[in-house]
């Protein structure tokens, strides 16, 4: 029968401690997070001005597939609406997103979570500026032209 060694118990307790310590809270976040559903977009537009110069199949597109993802992470997490819509903003931003769209997509992101689907189309034409061309403008017009 082989003697117990106490310098490796307590060195063995020692680094729990200071793994606890330092990674502890990494730790307990991911498992509280580790069923959580992960954001992914296939798509995605980064400014206002680059959503609104898409076509509209393209617009309606990348809507569906945010509302997609906001009813389903609502479902799988479980969380509110208001929740969630923040969720999709505060990704949004994180991969790069322009605020202003950001907060734009959570209106659509609230709403389909509420009902459970929702109409890009009717959202586009209510939100978006219509796709006119753009006019040429005469430029700096030059102090001695006048």
Known sequence: MERIDFGKIVMIVILFFVGVFFFGDKVVNWYEHKDDMPFSLSQIVYTKEGFNSIEIAEQEAILS????????????????????????????????????????????????????????????????????????TEGTKWIWEK
């Open 65 to 136: 597939e945010v509302t997609r993802l906001c009813i389903n992470k609502h479902h799988v997490d479980k969380l509110n609406c208001n929740d969630t819509a923040y969720w999709l903003a505060q990704n949004l931003e994180d991969e790069g997103v322009e605020l202003d769209l950001a907060i734009e997509w959570m209106k659509p992101c609230s709403l389909a979570c509420e009902t459970g689907s929702f109409d890009q189309s009717q959202y586009i034409k209510e939100n978006v500026p219509s796709q006119l061309p753009k006019r040429k």
